[in-house]
């Protein structure tokens, strides 16, 4: 398939995990790629190497996006690198777990300024790009499970996902009139390595399966297949929604 032949992607937080897959599965459908991070090391070299064998371009842009002005700065400069953008990916991402009571302002605001602040801000600086441009466009939030379903012990994280369901609803309106599009994906467990402790506690894992009705963790490729549809114009009706790929654990019934 060569859905997004000439496309170009910008996917944060796109050095591994998710992240990753996302960008290699709208490369294998012919999108260039605009990779992102803290840092660019040897996981983005990897990347792009792997990227330009299928035939596409790719490159990484550095900047933190829990701050404002490296998020408005990135957007440009994926604009201005490959002269167009089609598809942001607002994959990136933190989580910190801890009871309520002991939650610290440095922790909330690096989770609500990584999942939400900064996603708001990539948002806007790419609407201002398609309006000046008069382009149409599409964005993908990845958001969670938990802006359903609860998860204690990481209420920020909670209020971030649940402030990004609202983000996109409320959007997905108001962007419409400029044929801008936006969904979120909501993702249960995923093996990556925001999961690593997880993934090494054999107890736990036990535990975290018997609430999957599919009994086994998500793939990123999971993931980024529906990423993939989103992006791509077999979705040209699809605003405002959010999709699970959580092998059925949001709304799981246990017989008793
Ligand atoms: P990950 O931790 O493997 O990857 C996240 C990436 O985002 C990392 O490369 C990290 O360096 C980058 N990142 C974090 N903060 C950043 C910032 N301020 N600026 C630039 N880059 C930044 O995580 P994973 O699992 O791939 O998660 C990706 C997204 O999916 C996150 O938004 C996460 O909340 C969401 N998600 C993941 C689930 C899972 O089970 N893995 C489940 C539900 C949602």
């Not at 990347?47 to 990484?60: N, R, T, W």
């Not at 440095?106 to 790419?126: P, R």
């Not at 012990?153 to 983000?167: D, E, I, N, P």
Request: aromatic share 8%; charged share 25%.
């Amino acid at each position: 398939m060569d859905r997004f032949k000439n496309k170009v992607a910008l996917i944060t937080g796109s050095s591994q995990g998710i992240g990753a897959a996302c960008a290699l599965r709208l490369a294998k459908e012919g999108c260039n790629i605009i990779l992102n991070g803290h840092k660019f090391d040897e996981r983005g070299e990897k990347l792009i190497d792997q990227i330009k064998e299928m035939g596409q371009k790719a490159i990484f842009l550095a900047a933190d996006l829990s701050k404002t002005k490296e998020a408005i700065k990135l957007v440009k400069d994926a604009v201005s690198e490959f002269g167009r953008l089609d598809i942001l990916v607002n994959n990136a991402g933190v989580e910190k777990k801890a009871d309520f009571w002991e939650v610290t302002e440095e922790d909330y605001d690096l989770v609500m300024d990584t999942n939400l602040k900064g996603v708001f801000f990539t948002i806007q600086a790419f609407v201002n790009y398609c309006r000046e441009h008069q382009v149409s466009g599409t964005v993908i939030n990845m958001s969670s499970v938990h802006e359903e379903i609860v998860f204690p012990h990481f209420a920020a994280y909670c209020a971030s996902k649940g402030g990004l369901r609202m983000l996109t609803r409320n959007l997905a309106t108001e962007l419409a009139p400029f044929n801008i599009r936006i969904n979120n994906v909501a993702p249960g467990a995923v093996s990556t390595p925001i999961n690593q402790d997880l993934l090494n506690n054999k107890e736990q894992l036990e535990k975290v399966l018997q609430n999957i009705p599919l009994r086994r963790m998500g793939k990123v490729e999971d993931v980024a297949s529906v990423v993939a549809f989103l992006a791509s114009d077999e979705a040209a009706y699809v605003t405002g929604s959010t999709y699970f790929v959580d092998g059925g654990l949001t709304y799981h019934y246990e017989e008793q």
